[in-house]
């Protein structure tokens, strides 16, 4: 009799708990559902609006580097120009910059990402509109270029005995220790005729420490050349000078262990190497054994 009381009790109990819980779920789903769905919403929204956002940075970075890409591949090696560098370009990027814009705790990463994609855009931009002014500025003045462009031997390859020391690190050959060697060095006999390798404005003509007697020249279109260790010069800064143009004599002034010339190429203040410009003066087999003298390993 007392425990099917206190099973109806119970069952009482039961019911009244299960009619407050649906009626809790029935007041809450009709007083607060609207509200969170509607911001569910709002919220799947922005996040559509944010993968179109994306897709459109990428998008934009995409058809930048294939401008970048013709450049490089197509426009420059038509006019025999080299890449551009700009070293700004390729700095990191100040991360606190973006941790100060951004502290949405749910969005944050992709915001920040977001920030740092159209920062690489708007460099991307930059280097593209750059390096197509170069190129654009280069197509229209093709036939000036090719004539200053330093694309001869400074001396008659037939006066050449050797090229003693090539551009690149090296033992120096006085000093003893390893310095990087900023041209090339060809071993003549004194009184060789010396070239100007295209046309220019001569910069400096005279004694300089190291060189000797010395010459460079300016080409225009960011090209300089430079010559060192000659026994007797022709020009002095300000006269121009035509490619083939002998400006100097083969000599062995300053630090210098026997008669050779030294010459230089610099591209926009950085040397290059000059034998790199050579092959605009040889057949592609002349080049060849060229590169196989000088690196034997290259013919095997
Ligand atoms: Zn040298």
Same mark, same amino acid.
């Given at each position: ?7 109806r009790?119970?069952?009482k ?38 993968l ?16 970048? $890409?013709?450049?490089?591949?197509? +426009? =420059?090696?038509?006019?025999d120009i080299?890449? %551009?560098?700009? !070293? ?5 990027y ?63 390859r ?8 090539l551009?690149g690190?090296? $033992?120096?050959?006085r000093?003893? +220790? =390893?310095?990087m060697?900023?041209?090339?060095? %060809?071993?003549? !006999?004194?009184?060789t ?20 007697k ?29 490619r ?11 630090v ?9 190429v ?35």
């Open positions: 009799m007392r425990s099917s009381k206190l099973v009790i119970a069952t109990l039961g019911i009244s708990l299960l009619i407050a819980v649906v009626l809790n779920i029935l007041i809450t789903s009709i007083t607060e559902s609207p509200k969170m769905s509607k911001m569910l919403e709002e919220r799947h929204q922005l996040e559509d609006k944010f179109v956002l994306e897709q459109k940075i990428a998008s934009a970075q995409r058809t930048v580097d294939e401008i970048i $890409v013709r450049d490089h591949q197509i +426009y =420059r090696p038509l006019l080299d890449t %551009l560098y700009i !070293p700004e370009i390729y700095a990191e100040n991360d606190s910059k973006y941790a100060s814009l951004i502290s949405d705790e749910i969005y944050g990463d992709k915001i920040k990402q977001a920030w740092l994609d159209i920062d690489q855009l708007t460099r991307s931009m930059y280097y593209a509109s750059r390096s197509l002014d170069d190129t654009q500025l280069l197509a229209e003045n093709k036939e000036e270029y090719t004539l200053v462009i330093p694309a001869i031997w400074p001396i008659d037939t006066k050449l005995r050797k090229i003693s020391s551009y690190w090296r $033992v120096h050959p000093y003893g +220790y =390893r310095r060697h900023e041209g090339i060095d %060809l071993a003549a !006999p004194i009184g005729d010396v070239y100007a390798t295209g046309d220019a404005v001569v910069v400096k003509a005279g004694w300089q420490a190291g060189y000797g010395y010459i460079e020249l300016n080409h225009g279109f960011g090209y300089r050349t430079r010559y060192g260790h000659m026994s007797e010069i022709y020009v002095k800064a300000g006269d121009s000078v035509r083939g143009q002998t400006i100097a004599k083969v000599g062995n002034t300053g210098s262990t026997g008669p050779h010339l030294h010459y230089e610099r591209f926009r203040g950085d040397h290059v190497n000059p034998i790199n410009y050579f092959n605009k003066d040889m057949d592609t087999t002349a080049y060849r054994d060229l590169m196989n003298q000088i690196n034997p390993d290259n013919s095997k």
